[in-house]
């Protein structure tokens, strides 16, 4: 909002006529009393009030409680002193009433006309009708200061009465006013020479003596507020209470006139600001008599509107006191402006004070102060052009930089601190962190090293097992180097030495029964390995082999050599893991035994061809004897060994499981068992000599006595008699041999009992390997059943009466050997035909195929 460019119009409280009508001075009041040194120019304004009949305002008019507003008036000097003296100089009677004159010509248009009036003159210049002059008393100022009042005189009749208050814990509020050079500043400040009001009150307040520091009273284009606060000790002196008191100056700028000024740009901005601030101040006060004058008026708030009045709100609205001085100029220039301030001031004189606040509180104050600072700064910037906002931008952004700094400065400050902390913290988190995280790995570490260890311990032990199962392997191929060496001699010493094909051809099948294992290299000291040797040379002896076969089978049907061989391997690998190594040797001397008695007695009776071997009579004599036990040893042995082996006897098949032969074992055992005892019935002597070889329970002391039946000579004497080569119960052929023969001398009903395995194993039997050696064997046969058919019919008899007791020895072996019953076929042809023609069948085959090969050592 832009100043006006000139200030309204105030009310005229006062209006002095011209010749006004002359009424009775008033009574002399405390006010006037008081004013020992009243200017004349306050003299004079009382005389015209006086004169006018129009009382003053007074003081002494109001009520003791009801104080009311001292509004001084201090006329300035004009620049000629001795102008304004003159024309401050009363004037008696009617010339009183004349209009000063100006040296030079110049005239006044204010002059005091009493102590606390004014007569305001229009110059001539301005009425319209120069004859009819206008003249205008203002009249109840607390005091008219004439031109040549001086400073002193304003600080003690304006500054004393709100010193004192304040020294006495009141706030006082002291404003100059009026036009720009009226001297306001002059009467505030002063000068060196002549201090003004502030200064005078400073020097009281703090006994200042020096007078001369006061800097020379510029004019400044600014709202200038001067606030003192006090505080003492109550005048109790047993209260320790306090008063504050404040009090304070302000130099209001001065309205200005825009034609008179002639100021533009920012100045006349700073003008236009200033005079509306000061309109403002006039406003709340003008409001504050109306709302005193009619009660229904409301007090308006003119106070917001400007910073000074919001500071000074507390004096404006009437609860403190405030005292006006106004400063004017005397000059007709100057007419405009005085009257505007007297028509505006003057009846400020009528605020009255009823309820005066003295509390003060300095903390609500100052901050009150501070935000109407704000609020003020922030309106300025408002309502200021451009221009001036480019400069209060500067300012401001110089400030706002300033504070801006200072708060990016606290705010780094603050972020930093917090920054440090928060490093501290993870710091601290990070330092145990690391701490536990080096624990567990120094843990793992030593895991690890642990691990290692045994690891390596493991690998140690690993080597060493290595080199255990190396030297194993080796010892095994010595083994296995040593059993092929002692195989091949052993089949070698049997093919020169044996000829009982039959018991070969045996033996070889019962091996061949065992596995159908096709593998030949595999000797290893393993049971199993058992097997697969037997089935190695059962399949040598069928000439099915691969490797020792070629050895075996140039033999010719010299399969006693391969039985051996297999026996001697399973002798040496097998058997002697499990402590029959000394039976098996055991065997293999009752075969040697058996072998040559057998030579023997072939020799003996004529019909076999002497065997090349030598006889030994005394192992002739216990052949029986050792053939009876070898053959319930090795029946043994083939029953507590192993399952496999009795299968091995009894299968002729390859794909039959261990159970199920040893099963098949067991019933042929029974079988046997029960043959034998059938037979019984029909020759005693056969069933003497089938108990001896097929008992597996009884001892060898039985079985001896089996052979001692009365009417019977002793074996070995009946063979040395008769020199009737004993058969052979091939036990060096191992288990599977002996099993062979223990099975083979079963009657042939009953190994139809097992019904397929013949046919098989005679067909395996029959083999050109078996025979080459069936006619010896044959021939023993034909000549057993001979013989058996002569003890039939003739039950006496020397010779025949011992060979009839031997017979069915003889034909015992002779079965064993090769596994045909001669008998029993006769049996079963004389049974007509009741037993299995498989069988029988078989024995007719066997017959015929021994009868066509020729006696190999014939
Ligand atoms: N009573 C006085 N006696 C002698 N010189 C005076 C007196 N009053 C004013 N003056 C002179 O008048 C001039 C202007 O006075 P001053 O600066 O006080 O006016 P102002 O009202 O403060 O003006 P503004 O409002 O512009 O500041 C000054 O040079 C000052 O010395």
Redesign the pocket.
């Given at each position: 909002m832009a100043a006006p460019s000139e200030p309204a119009s105030p009310p005229s409280p006062t209006t002095v006529r011209r010749n006004p009508p002359r009424r009775a001075r008033p009574p002399p009041t405390p006010l006037a009393s008081a004013k020992p040194k009243a200017s004349s120019l306050s003299r004079l304004l009382e005389d015209e009030a006086a004169a006018a009949s129009i009382p003053p305002p007074p003081a002494s008019s109001s009520s003791p409680q009801e104080e009311r507003l001292k509004v001084y008036l201090?006329i300035?000097?004009l620049p000629n002193r001795e102008r304004c003296k003159a024309v401050a100089r009363p004037i008696p009677g009617k010339d009183q009433r004349r209009k000063p004159k100006q040296a030079g010509g110049g005239e006044v248009c204010l002059v005091p006309t009493g102590p606390n009036s004014v007569a305001l003159t229009v110059p001539q210049s301005k009425l319209l009708d120069p004859k009819r002059g206008r003249t205008e008393v203002f009249d109840g100022f607390s005091a008219v200061f004439s031109?040549d009042?001086t400073q002193l005189d304003i600080f003690e009749q304006v500054m004393n009465p709100l010193l004192d208050d304040f020294l006495g814990g009141k706030s006082g509020l002291l404003v100059a006013m009026?036009p720009?050079?009226?001297?306001?500043?002059?009467?505030i400040f002063g000068?060196p020479r002549n201090p003004g009001v502030l200064p005078l009150t400073l020097r009281r307040i703090f006994n200042a003596q020096d007078e001369n520091k006061v800097a020379d009273?510029p004019?400044?284009?600014s709202q200038c507020i001067i606030t003192i606060h006090g505080v003492r000790k109550s005048g109790d002196a047993d209260s320790d209470s306090l008063s504050r008191a404040v009090l304070t100056i302000a130099?209001l700028?001065?309205a200005e006139r825009e034609r008179k000024t002639g100021n533009q740009g920012s100045r006349l901005l700073e003008s236009n600001f200033i005079n509306n601030t000061s309109m403002v101040f006039s406003l709340c006060l003008r409001s504050l008599l109306e709302h005193q004058k009619n009660q229904k008026k409301p007090l308006e708030m003119h106070f917001k509107n400007s910073m000074l009045t919001r500071y000074l709100r507390d004096y404006l609205e009437g609860r403190k006191k405030m005292t006006l001085i106004l400063?004017v100029k005397p000059a007709d220039d100057d007419y405009l402006d005085t009257s505007f301030l007297l028509r505006q001031a003057s009846p400020y004189m009528k605020i009255k004070y009823t309820s005066l606040d003295d509390s003060s509180d300095l903390v609500s104050t100052k901050r009150s102060n501070a935000s109407l600072i704000y609020q003020e700064n922030k309106k300025k910037r408002k309502f200021q052009k451009p221009e001036v906002l480019v400069v209060e931008r500067k300012k401001n952004t110089d400030t706002d930089n300033i504070t801006k700094v200072s708060e990016e400065d606290e705010a780094q400050h603050k972020f930093l601190s917090s920054e440090l902390q928060r490093v501290s913290r993870s710091e601290t988190i990070m330092t145990n962190f690391a701490r536990a995280l080096w624990t567990v790995l120094k843990q793992y570490k030593n895991k690890l090293l642990e691990s290692e260890n045994a690891a390596e311990s493991m690998k140690e032990l690993i080597r060493d097992k290595d080199t255990q199962i190396m030297q194993l392997k080796k010892e095994l191929e010595i083994l296995n180097s040593h059993c092929s060496c002692k195989n091949v001699l052993v089949t070698e010493d049997a093919s020169i030495d044996r000829d009982d094909s039959v018991s070969s051809g045996q033996s070889g099948q019962n091996l061949l029964s065992l596995s159908s294992k096709p593998d030949l290299g595999c000797y290893d000291a393993s049971v199993d390995n058992f097997h697969l040797v037997a089935g190695e040379v059962s399949k040598e002896l069928t000439c099915h082999g691969p490797d020792n076969s070629s050895a075996r089978c140039s033999l010719k049907g010299e399969s006693v050599s391969c039985d051996t061989s297999s026996i001697s391997l399973i002798d040496e690998q097998e058997l002697s893991s499990i402590g029959l190594k000394v039976e098996v040797q055991a065997i293999h001397k009752k075969l040697d035994a058996s072998e040559r008695f057998s030579e023997q007695t072939s020799a003996h009776t004529g019909d076999i061809a002497p065997s090349s071997s030598h006889s030994d009579n005394q192992s002739d004599q216990s052949f029986t004897e050792h053939h009876m036990l070898q053959c319930q040893r090795t029946e043994k042995i083939r029953i507590s060994l192993s399952p496999q082996c009795t299968s091995c006897s009894k299968k002729a098949t390859i794909e039959q499981s261990e159970e199920g032969t040893e099963e098949l074992s067991k019933t042929t055992v029974e079988d046997i068992q029960h043959d034998n005892n059938t037979r019984e019935v029909e020759h005693p002597d056969y069933l003497s000599s089938s108990q001896q070889v097929n008992s597996e329970t009884e001892d060898v002391s039985s079985s001896q006595s089996s052979l001692q039946l009365p009417g019977m000579v002793s074996p070995q004497k009946k063979l040395d008699e008769l020199d009737i080569e004993p058969e052979r119960c091939e036990p060096g052929g191992g288990k599977a041999n002996v099993e062979y023969v223990t099975g083979h001398s079963q009657a042939p009903e009953q190994r139809s009992d097992c019904g397929d395995l013949v046919p098989c194993l005679l067909k395996e039997i029959t083999s050109p390997v078996k025979a080459s050696k069936a006619p010896s064997k044959v021939s023993e046969a034909e000549e057993g059943a001979d013989k058996k058919k002569g003890l039939a019919s003739r039950p006496g008899g020397d010779t025949k009466k011992t060979r009839r007791r031997l017979q069915p020895a003889a034909s015992m072996m002779l079965k064993e050997l090769i596994g045909v019953d001669l008998d029993a076929d006769t049996k079963r042809e004389e049974r007509g035909k009741s037993s299995s023609s498989v069988a029988t069948g078989m024995s007719e085959e066997l017959i015929r195929l021994v009868r066509a090969r020729p006696v190999r050592r014939a």
């Open positions: 201090r300035r000097p031109p009042s009026g720009t050079g009226s001297g306001k500043t002059h009467t000068s009273r004019a400044s284009r130099d700028a001065g400063n």
